[in-house]
């Protein structure tokens, strides 16, 4: 037989699209040439192919050879076809039965020596080769992290020649199954280990239940990164459908996913010197950013006023639509990006306004356009702002329990959530304009209130509709199936930066 045919699998942003591997061996010139649009890496795996298949004591045909990669207008970049490759050259010359390829898919980087290396994406190729009911053949190292797809058949190889053993079948790989039995735990620290600021702790609550975005005002040491810190430990256990979502993000990042962080909620809080296509995503070969690797998960950025303002001016659309989308003149990617947004600032540029000591020397037109690095339409889809205000010295030096435990919390946090799923099958957050007027309606003397906050505060529609999912959440922790007076009056109170230009404790300098 001089056709082989083998299936892969490529990379393209969060899918694993199939590829048809095609090898054909012709007389004339020897020769080994790949087509079908292939990348640098791609076309470099002849060398690594020629030398694995001499090494493994196989005869590297001395025909024209000439190898496909279809569909041909689909980029393929990476490692990933050489295992396919090598394996389509040994079938097309008749060196190993080509009566089983058909049932398997094939991804790996070969060495030199024939051995198999980890490649990227393991878990969306595990995930797709189970949806087309093949099973998939691909080095160790990535067994654990596919072997997490659920009804999906994972076999793992270290070498050439043990797969080259499978398909003769002198030596059958055994199915593999993930070493990760359970839930991994992950030590995020507990919430009563931050002293006092109960105000900032009812307020992550919040946001916890309703999945809200949340930004924390105060001074520095006063707790904002420990509080954001330990929203993780208070948030619902992943499903297994976020556990796969989230990890199929991270599968296919430079930095890589082991199965030891299955089922982890991701916390991400880049430096605030990072660039647009770091947050989003980005590259030639479109990459996720911090906002897909924070899937499902938080992300955390502190000092949000010493961000580059058109850094931040990215994260709207994200905020909204939960999915960033990637365009290049020669492709278009899509990643999702369902986050939890928990942001920090100080109150001015040096920190310390309203401190008692009077050390802040900040005017008010610098406290003014500081201030103003973060536009008006970022602000309005953070449904919190909060200040989190210096500490006394007396509940610094208090060493005794401060508030419940994050077991405690995350109780209260799911039954909220619960509750919320029944009513409307999503969290508050996600709740649209039409939903709205279904599930927050509001009596005369709320409606009264709300209507005088929105006059009064000059609040736009977005932050309106912000306020009610707030005071929703607010009824579902209290199990309150209306939404009260006193549930307005509190979202109401979380909005800080509309409700002066200056935090309270500055206002008493």
């Known amino acids: 037989m001089s056709l082989a045919v083998i299936y892969s699998r490529a990379q393209d942003g969060i899918n694993a699209p199939l590829v048809t591997v095609e090898v054909h061996l012709a007389n004339g010139l020897p020769s080994l040439s790949i087509v079908g649009l292939p990348e640098t890496t791609v076309k470099e795996s002849k060398d690594r192919v020629r030398a694995a298949l001499l090494n493994a004591r196989f005869e590297f045909p001395m025909r024209r050879i000439t190898v496909n990669l279809a569909p041909a207008d689909l980029p393929k970049e990476g490692g990933r076809f050489d295992l396919p490759i090598a394996l389509g050259i040994l079938a ?138 330990r929203l993780p430990s208070i948030l ?71 961000f580059d303002r058109r850094v931040l001016e990215v994260l709207r659309e994200p905020l909204e639509s939960g999915r960033i989308v990637i365009s290049r003149a020669a492709r278009q990617a899509e990643f999702p990006a369902h986050f939890q947004l928990i942001a920090a600032m100080n109150p001015c540029p040096c920190g310390y306004l309203g401190d008692p000591s009077g050390r802040c020397r900040c005017t008010a037109e610098q406290v003014q356009r500081y201030r103003a690095r973060l536009s008006g339409p970022l602000m309005d889809r953070i449904d919190l702002h909060i200040e989190v205000p210096k500490l006394s010295h007396k509940t610094l030096v208090d060493g005794t329990a401060n508030g419940p435990s994050s077991a405690e919390v995350r109780g209260r946090v799911e039954a909220a959530r619960l509750r919320q799923m029944q009513r409307a099958g999503k969290l508050n957050q996600a709740l649209t304009p039409k939903e709205l007027g279904q599930y927050c309606a509001v009596n005369k003397q709320a409606a009264s209130l709300l209507e005088q906050a929105v006059e009064r505060l000059g609040l736009s529609a977005r932050a309106y509709h912000r306020v009610l999912k707030v005071a929703r959440t607010i009824a579902d922790l209290a199990g309150s199936p209306t939404i009260e007076t006193m549930h307005i009056s509190e979202a109401i109170s979380y909005r800080q930066l509309d409700r002066q230009p200056l935090p309270a404790f500055a206002l008493k300098q």
């Open 92 to 229: 097309a010359s008749g060196q190993i039965p080509a009566q089983q390829l058909h049932e398997h898919e094939f991804i790996g980087e070969l060495a030199l020596t024939g051995e198999l290396r980890g490649i990227r994406g393991a878990l969306t190729a595990a995930m797709q080769s189970r949806d087309a009911k093949r099973s998939l053949l691909l080095p160790i190292p990535n067994a654990d992290e596919a072997a997490l797809v659920r009804d999906a058949t994972v076999l793992g190889a270290s070498h050439l020649l043990e797969v080259c053993a499978h398909l003769h079948g002198s030596a059958p790989l055994a199915p593999h199954h993930s070493s990760t039995a359970a839930v991994s735990v992950q030590d995020y620290g507990d919430l009563n280990e931050v002293q006092g600021q109960h105000h900032a702790k009812r307020a992550l609550e919040i946001a916890a239940a309703g999945n809200h975005n949340l930004l924390m005002l105060g001074p520095p040491g006063t707790g904002k990164t420990m509080l954001a810190s």
């Open 236 to 306: 619902p256990v992943m499903t297994e459908i976020e556990s796969l979502e989230s990890a199929a993000v991270a599968s296919i990042s430079d930095q890589g996913f082991t199965a030891a962080q299955w089922g982890i909620r991701s916390f991400r809080a880049p430096h605030h010197t990072a660039s647009a296509a770091a947050l989003v995503g980005g590259g030639s070969q479109p990459r996720p950013g911090e906002i897909s690797l924070a899937h499902h998960g938080v992300l955390f950025l502190d000092e949000l006023p010493e």
